[in-house]
């Protein structure tokens, strides 16, 4: 099983960026996906969810409004498009499966917001 998350990288207040998150090993249309994210010496939150067929998702109040996930089953693959971007939401992002008790991360991916 692997989750590779990518797409994260140095980006200017007020800018975007996507992430993408590459599944295997797993039947990815079957689980829940999540994004979270953790900032340094703060708890991990989670930022975004999808359902499995991709037809109902939640955000955290800090994020919605600016960012959006999808999935793509045909290809493993869920995203999170950031927009707005400000200093707060420097973390590193991690991909997250779940189903019943099934549960796998990634290894997660930085993004840092600065002028």
């Known amino acids: 099983v692997q989750l590779v998350e990518s797409g994260g990288g140095l980006v200017q207040p007020g800018g975007s960026l996507k992430l993408s998150c590459a599944a295997s090993?797993?039947?990815?249309?079957?689980?829940?996906m999540r994004w979270y994210r953790q900032a340094p010496g703060k708890e991990r939150e989670l930022v975004a969810s999808i359902t499995s067929a991709g037809d109902g998702t939640n955000y955290s109040d800090s994020v919605k409004g600016r960012f959006t996930i999808s999935r793509d089953n045909a290809k493993n693959t869920v995203y999170l498009q950031m927009k707005s971007l400000n200093p707060e939401d420097t973390a590193v992002y991690y991909c997250y499966a779940s189903r019943m008790m099934y549960v796998y991360w990634g290894q997660g991916t930085q993004v840092t917001v600065s002028s």
């Open positions: 090993g797993f039947t990815f249309s079957s689980y829940v």
